[in-house]
């Protein structure tokens, strides 16, 4: 647990962030680093968030998450796009 978030982590989302080159730490440090959130949609009757934010060595990724049994579960994390890149920068200080 960090920054009193609780996250859900198995061999599955941590091999995907694996793939994107995003490890779990980072994932984490963005969502305790004060993200944007960008979007909200339901996949599969399941709420699923997209953010943008900082990791502590001031990487900024776009992640993928959802609640699942009351903790932080990843779905995905990847290098922020150009318009999530500019959405994080143009936010009020």
Do not use: C
Not at 42 to 71: C, F, M, P, Q
Not at 77 to 89: E, G, I, M, Q, Y
């Amino acid at each position: 647990m960090a920054g009193g978030i609780e996250f859900d982590w198995d061999k599955e989302n941590k091999k995907h962030l694996s793939d994107h080159k995003v490890a779990p730490a980072e994932f984490e440090q963005v969502l305790n680093n004060d993200p944007i959130n960008l979007a909200f949609h339901l996949v599969n009757d399941e709420e699923r968030y997209r953010s943008v934010g900082l990791t502590n060595n001031g990487r900024l990724l776009s992640v993928a998450w959802t609640i699942r049994n009351g903790k932080v579960r990843a779905i995905t994390a990847f290098p922020a796009t150009v318009s999530d890149r500019k959405a994080f920068l143009e936010k009020p200080k």
